[in-house]
């Protein structure tokens, strides 16, 4: 049956997969993923040897009719990310888009992804939220801030361990520093890290440490 499946796959701890997942990725005639070196230690772990095929944003354009066409011949195709789920600040968008617009099923897995336990973590209220993903890094940057400065719902942004400072510096000044903010890295690693305080005594505390590990930036309502 020709389907493409969008599966997520753990942010850091290698349990944090579903059953069905692990069913899937061995059942597919390919995976498609975004770091075919990053997916194998995921991979050999579960002794998952369906083929892989690079699939990321710097070539998803090229290999995208490739793809389609296979699916259209009745393949079953998974697409994975490095971690997490695909199409939320990865690749996967595309291609759902045209297997939809060629009438090729497409279905998503529930499972990991990075934004929600840093949500619930928090402590900020979750019944409502804005994930803003990535801020752009140069331009359209401080008008995106902007646009969120009355925003009354609790914001989620993704980030980079190099660029958290410059983040947090340009949420004082949009948000005040006196804003409550969490800090989620490493979620569900070895080294994870959930700090909770006010803008500016987190641009004190991370300004005295070397960061590492993805972050997610959790940014209270007020």
């Given at each position: 049956?020709?389907?493409?499946?969008l599966?997520?796959?753990?942010?850091?701890?290698?349990?944090?997969?579903t059953?069905?997942a692990?069913?899937?990725?061995k059942e597919?005639?390919?995976?498609?993923?975004?770091?075919?070196?990053?997916?194998?230690?995921?991979?050999?772990?579960?002794?998952?040897?369906?083929?892989?095929?690079?699939?990321?944003?710097?070539?998803?354009?090229?290999?995208?009719?490739?793809?389609?066409?296979?699916?259209?011949?009745?393949s079953?195709?998974a697409?994975?990310?490095d971690?997490?789920t695909?199409?939320?600040?990865?690749p996967?968008?595309?291609?759902t888009?045209?297997c939809?617009?060629?009438?090729i099923s497409?279905?998503?897995?529930?499972?990991?992804?990075?934004f929600?336990?840093?949500?619930?973590?928090?402590?900020?209220?979750?019944?409502?939220?804005?994930?803003?993903?990535?801020?752009?890094?140069k331009?359209?940057r401080?008008?995106?801030?902007?646009?969120?400065?009355?925003?009354?719902?609790?914001?989620?942004?993704?980030?980079?361990?190099?660029?958290?400072?410059?983040?947090?510096?340009d949420?004082n000044?949009?948000?005040g520093g006196d804003?409550?903010?969490?800090i989620c890295?490493?979620l569900?690693k070895?080294?994870?890290?959930v700090k909770?305080?006010?803008?500016?005594?987190?641009?004190?505390?991370?300004s005295?440490?070397?960061?590492?590990?993805e972050i997610?930036?959790?940014?209270?309502?007020d």
């Amino acid at each position: 049956m020709n389907k493409l499946y969008l599966v997520p796959t753990p942010i850091g701890n290698l349990e944090d997969i579903t059953l069905r997942a692990i069913r899937i990725l061995k059942e597919a005639d390919l995976i498609l993923a975004e770091d075919t070196r990053t997916s194998k230690p995921l991979l050999n772990y579960y002794d998952i040897k369906t083929p892989l095929l690079a699939h990321h944003q710097f070539n998803e354009h090229q290999t995208l009719d490739n793809i389609i066409n296979r699916l259209q011949s009745g393949s079953t195709i998974a697409l994975i990310t490095d971690a997490g789920t695909p199409s939320i600040s990865d690749p996967g968008f595309l291609l759902t888009r045209a297997c939809i617009s060629n009438g090729i099923s497409v279905e998503c897995l529930p499972g990991a992804t990075a934004f929600v336990p840093a949500l619930v973590d928090s402590g900020f209220p979750c019944d409502r939220f804005v994930f803003e993903g990535f801020l752009p890094h140069k331009k359209g940057r401080q008008s995106r801030l902007e646009s969120l400065k009355d925003e009354k719902r609790t914001i989620v942004f993704y980030e980079s361990p190099h660029r958290l400072l410059k983040t947090l510096t340009d949420l004082n000044a949009t948000f005040g520093g006196d804003r409550q903010c969490c800090i989620c890295r490493e979620l569900s690693k070895h080294f994870e890290e959930v700090k909770r305080d006010s803008i500016n005594n987190l641009i004190q505390y991370y300004s005295q440490r070397n960061i590492k590990g993805e972050i997610v930036i959790v940014l209270s309502a007020d």
